[in-house]
Structures are given as structure tokens and as C-alpha cells.
């Protein structure tokens, strides 16, 4: 009997026991019973055990409940209740009912412990676990997701990364992260990356890629490191955002703007090509003509009939210098109207021999040394009958200004560059030009820079024509009294 | 009737140099009429006889467009050379360009009288060489 005592003690002491009639009614209370609910003993003996009902529970839970008890058996389980204050609290509860000889039972007795703080941590569990599993669905819906382990190997993709990527989840799991590389990006950028991520911090970039069936996409990307205790990564989490639309619309203004700026260049162009021909109109059409009118003029005032005669015979060479003027104004305009003159392919070797035959008995006269080196650039595209006139132009004006010191030494050659270009250089010894007295004028119309006879000014002005016509450029470089290389550009030589 | 020693016709037309030149002989206001063809040969000139005023010419007819050192070069060099000179030489730019480029230009440069398009009519030749005397 001492031991029963003994074990209700120990009972009171340790658990929150309460006794309820068949019907539910409380019979005792402890005090820890009453310490949880905030009821006084004498406020609770009496009353249905439904005051603490917090009401958490289906009817469904306390039907079984009593079903259980009722029926004689021990009931366990865990039961919000509601303290005096309104406050609830979770026991966990043993039942035990007590039976008569019927094995009916007479009395409940409500072993409970508190078990409120780890329900509390149970719950703020749970919902902390259903937002983060809110997070990866509007995440999942939202973005493009793709885990890779520490080395890159993919462990995770949803199914945006799979229609994006064009691959199935099972061709990418367990492949390296490379299989979507497009390779757009330098060596660099990509270890620039991993260099970021491997030091455990967030990379943030827009990235190309290459999906199954070849065709890139480009997506916005953070890739954020999950570290372990030691602070390593253990995986990375890529997510991405489709920008291909944004990327296709951003290279297609950048092309804009460079065709705006070539366009701009080339009307730039233009501009200058029709001023130097408003000039020309302006010098050198004009002036022949007020030289006709003052021949005239002079003609009709004078009464002496010698002096007319002699005036009279000046007309005629001015009326043929106005022709000649006029008939290289003519041939410049049609280069510049036949902007549709196709481009040949030359070879440059058989172009050179072909112009040289004309300069056979010049080179032989003064024993010219000439020299060609097409070996960077061997073919260039332009139209023929432009190059053939080029080169005539420049190795005539290399034999006609030649040093009367030395024999000439003529060096043509081309040079492959960069962007498609191929540069053509014919360097001379001869006398050379004073570039900073004559560089806006070399290229000039009727503009000369030695007493020859020959020296028309017409040459070079053509040449820079038939150049600038295709988009070409030309210079040069010159010394006097060591001789001169005019450079041309040719554009778009796709070799 | 004021009349000058020297005038410098600076032209490579030879249509216009001689044409002026018979119309200022006409007149009898001018003793001497030098031609250079071009802009060098003048500027040399005028250069080995800075100092010797007697053949220094009292006006200069320049050309713009000449071969090898043009009227404009011309200037450029004359302009370094006019505080070392022995004698107030008044130059006229007589071109046949009606570009106002080179009017504007020449307007700039202090050395230049004025700017003549030509034809230039024997009445305003008289009427320059008149205004020096």
C-alpha cells in the first residue's frame, strides 16, 4: 500500500494528472493540472473536462478518443488545450480508463505531460519547411534551376532549365555543367566564374549558351554557393532568367549603329567628294572660261589687226585645255555613278604583267628594278579595269618623277590585315613630294608638284576616285629626295 | 596719273599674264611687270631681295591655284617673312574661284588687300595701282 502511495507521488510530482467520472465530470485535479490550465482546483472538480477544450481537434479525433476509452483501452496521443486565459498548450496524454467488475469503466485517469515547446518548434518547423517548399515552387515556375555538385557535375535541373536546354532531366544529371557551353565566352569570363563560386560567393552574369540541338539562348544567371560547415561548397544553384529576346534586340541595335555610323561615313564621304567637286567646277572649269572671254573681249577692242590675229590664236589651246578638264571631269563622275561596277578577282601577278608591258620600253630606258612581293596577299577583289588603271597610275608617276641620281628601284606589294582588308603599297626612290607643303593637294585635280612636262595633275585624282569608289582608301608617305609609297585599302576581302 | 615701279603678276595662266600684262603696258602707270609662275619662284624672289628695296615690287597679283607651292602657301610663308621685308608690298588675291570658302579665308589674313575674281577689268587695274600712288 506504501509503494501505491509511493508511485501517485511520484506521479504528481512529475505529470499533470487529472480524474474524470465515466461521464467526464472531474473528480481531482493535480497541482501541476492546475498550474498549466491557470484553474484552481476547486474551480475545476465538478466541471466537464470540456473546459479545457481548446477546440483544435476534429470531432472525428475525440469521438475515437472516447470510442477508445470508452471501450475499456488505454488511449495515447498528443491534445492542444486551453488554459483559463485563453492560452493553449500542448500534453502529451495517456488515458487509463479504471474498471468495475462489469469491465466498465468508472473513472478516467489523464496522465499528461507538457509537451507545448516542442510542439511550438514542431509547428514553427513545419511552416518554416512549407515556405521554403513555397520558395523552390515559385522558384521552380519562376526560373530556370539547375544544381551541380562541387565539380560541376549537375545533380538538379527543373523542367524550365529542360525546355530551355532542349535536354532531357535524365541526359543532364550527372553530366558536366560544360554540356550547355557555347563557347561565345572567353577563357577568362569562365574562370573569373569559378574562381567567384569556388571561393563561396555569388556570381551574378549573363551568360550564352548552347542548347541539344545547337541553337544558343542567353540568360540572365546567379549562381549561389551552398556551403558546408567549413565554409567549402558542397553545390552550387544556378538560377537563370531567359534573355534571349533582350540579347537578340541589343545586338540588333548594335548592328544598327554600326551600319548607321558606316552609312554616316560614307555620306561623309560623298559630302567631301562633292565639295572637291564643287571646287573644281569653281577653279578649274571656271578659269578657262574667263580666259576664252578675255581673249575675246580683247579681240573685239582692239582695232590693230596683228594684234587680233595674235590674241586670236591663244583661243584655241584654252578651248582645248577647258575640253581636257572637262572630259576627266566626265570620266571622274562616271566612276562615281557606276556604283554597281562589280568587283573581279585579280591576281595580282598577272594584273602587274599585263600593266608593265605598257612601261617595257621606260623600264628598259632607265633600267627601273622592279619589284613585287604578293605573297600575304596574292588576290585581291576589285573591279578590273579600276586596278589595271591604279597601277598604271602610280608606276607611271614612279618612272616619270624619278631621281635623276640613281636608276629607279619600284617595291609593289600587298599586306593581309585584319577586318578583311588587304593593303597595296607602291614605293618609289624617285624625287619624292614635300608632304607638308602639298598633303590636302596630292590627291587634287589638276594639281602638280614637279616642272615635268608630262605632269597633268589628273593621275592620282582619278586613282583616289576609282578607290574611294569601292569604299577603298588612299595615302602616302613621302620624302623629298628619297622617294614616295602610296598605300591603298581595299575593304571586304574575304580570303 | 600716279604710277608705280614694279608689279608682280604671281599666275601660271599664261592666258591671263598676258592679257595683263598688255593692259597695264597700255596704261604706261606701271615701269616693270615681273611674272613668277608659280608660288616658290616669288617667294624666292622676294626672299634674296628683301632688303634691296629697289626691285621690290610695290604690288603683288596673286593666283590661288598654281602647282607646286600655291597662292595660299604662298601666304603662309610670305606672312613669316613680311616683318623682315624692306618694303610694304600690297598684295591682291586675283582667282578665278568664286568659292566663298576662299573668300572667307582670305579675308583672314591680314596680309591680303583684298580679293579679286577674275576677269579683272583693266579699269579696276588703273584704279588699284592709282590708289598706291
Redesign the interface.
Known amino acids: 500500500m506504501e509503494k501505491i502511495t509511493d508511485y501517485k507521488y511520484a506521479l504528481d510530482e512529475s505529470s499533470i494528472v487529472a480524474i474524470t467520472d465515466q461521464k467526464g465530470i472531474i473528480k481531482y485535479v493535480n497541482d501541476n493540472f492546475c498550474n498549466i490550465s491557470k484553474y484552481t482546483a476547486e474551480e475545476l472538480i465538478g466541471q466537464d473536462h470540456r473546459i479545457i477544450n481548446s477546440g483544435y481537434h476534429p470531432k472525428e479525433f475525440i469521438k475515437q478518443l472516447w470510442t477508445t476509452i470508452a471501450n475499456g483501452q488505454v488511449w495515447k496521443g498528443e491534445l492542444k488545450n486551453k488554459a483559463k486565459d485563453g492560452t493553449v498548450y500542448w500534453v502529451d496524454t495517456t488515458i487509463v480508463p479504471f474498471l468495475d467488475a462489469d469491465k466498465k469503466p468508472y473513472q478516467y485517469v489523464a496522465i499528461r505531460s507538457d509537451i507545448t515547446d516542442r510542439k511550438k518548434g514542431e509547428e514553427d518547423l513545419k511552416k518554416t519547411l512549407k515556405e521554403i517548399s513555397d520558395y523552390k515552387y515559385a522558384l521552380d515556375e519562376s526560373a530556370i534551376v539547375a544544381i551541380t555538385d562541387q565539380k560541376g557535375i549537375i545533380t538538379h535541373v527543373n523542367d524550365n532549365f529542360c525546355n530551355i536546354s532542349k535536354y532531357t532531366a535524365k541526359e543532364l544529371i550527372g553530366k558536366d555543367h560544360r554540356i550547355i557551353n557555347s563557347g561565345h565566352h572567353s577563357k577568362e569570363f569562365i574562370k573569373e566564374l569559378w574562381t567567384t563560386i569556388a571561393n563561396g560567393k555569388v556570381w551574378k552574369g549573363e551568360l550564352k549558351n548552347k542548347a541539344k540541338d545547337g541553337s544558343v539562348y542567353w540568360v540572365d544567371t546567379t549562381i549561389v554557393p551552398f556551403l558546408n560547415t567549413d565554409k567549402k561548397p558542397y553545390q552550387y544553384v544556378a538560377i537563370r532568367s531567359d534573355i534571349t529576346e533582350r540579347k537578340k534586340g541589343e545586338e540588333q541595335i548594335k548592328k544598327n549603329n554600326e551600319k548607321s555610323i558606316e552609312h554616316a561615313h560614307i555620306l561623309e564621304l560623298k559630302n567631301a567628294q562633292l565639295v572637291d567637286f564643287?571646287?573644281i567646277v569653281?577653279?578649274?572649269l571656271?578659269?578657262p572660261l574667263?580666259?576664252i572671254?578675255?581673249?575675246v573681249?580683247?579681240i573685239e577692242q582692239s582695232e590693230d589687226e596683228d594684234e587680233r590675229k595674235e590674241v586670236l590664236v591663244?583661243i584655241k589651246p584654252?578651248v582645248n585645255h577647258l575640253m581636257d578638264v572637262f572630259n576627266e571631269l566626265v570620266e571622274s563622275i562616271q566612276v562615281k555613278q557606276d556604283t554597281e561596277i562589280k568587283a573581279d578577282q585579280i591576281m595580282l601577278e598577272d594584273c602587274l604583267e599585263k600593266v608593265l608591258r605598257g612601261f617595257e620600253t621606260q623600264i628598259e630606258e632607265y633600267e627601273a628594278d622592279i619589284q613585287l612581293d604578293f605573297h600575304s596577299a596574292p588576290i585581291i577583289h576589285f573591279p578590273q579595269k579600276y586596278i589595271e588603271s591604279i597601277l598604271t597610275n602610280l608606276i607611271s608617276n614612279a618612272l616619270k618623277y624619278k631621281s635623276p641620281d640613281r636608276k629607279p628601284v619600284i617595291t609593289i606589294k600587298t599586306k593581309k590585315e585584319a577586318n578583311d582588308l588587304v593593303v597595296l603599297s607602291v614605293s618609289d626612290n624617285g624625287l619624292g613630294i614635300n608632304l607638308v607643303?602639298h598633303k590636302d593637294?596630292i590627291f587634287k585635280i589638276?594639281?602638280?608638284?614637279?616642272?615635268h612636262p608630262d605632269?597633268k595633275?589628273f593621275g592620282l585624282f582619278m586613282t583616289k576616285t576609282q578607290v574611294e569608289a569601292m569604299n577603298g582608301k588612299i595615302w602616302a608617305e613621302s620624302q623629298p629626295e628619297k622617294g614616295s609609297t602610296f598605300f591603298i585599302e581595299f575593304k571586304n576581302q574575304h580570303i | 596719273m600716279n604710277r608705280i615701279k614694279t608689279l608682280i603678276l604671281v599666275d601660271d595662266?599664261g592666258?591671263?599674264v598676258?592679257?595683263t600684262r598688255?593692259a597695264i603696258e597700255q596704261t604706261k602707270i606701271v615701269e616693270l611687270v615681273e611674272v613668277f609662275e608659280n608660288g616658290l619662284d616669288a617667294l624666292n624672289f622676294l626672299k634674296e631681295n628683301k632688303i634691296n628695296i629697289g626691285v621690290l615690287p610695290e604690288i603683288i597679283l596673286l593666283d590661288?591655284?598654281m602647282?607646286?607651292?600655291?597662292g595660299w602657301?604662298f601666304l603662309e610663308e610670305y606672312t613669316k617673312l613680311n616683318p623682315t621685308m624692306g618694303k610694304k608690298i600690297t598684295i591682291y588675291i586675283c582667282?578665278?574661284?568664286?568659292?566663298p570658302d576662299d573668300i572667307a579665308r582670305a579675308k583672314t589674313i591680314s596680309e591680303v588687300t583684298d580679293y579679286l575674281i577674275?576677269?579683272i577689268m583693266k579699269d579696276k587695274l588703273i584704279d588699284l595701282i592709282q590708289q598706291l600712288g
Open positions: 564643287c571646287n569653281s577653279h578649274n571656271r578659269a574667263i580666259n572671254s578675255m581673249l573681249d580683247y591663244k584654252v607643303l593637294h589638276r594639281k602638280t608638284f614637279h616642272k605632269a595633275g | 595662266d592666258i591671263f598676258f592679257l598688255k590661288l591655284s602647282p607646286i607651292m600655291d602657301q582667282s578665278s574661284s568664286i568659292s577674275k576677269p
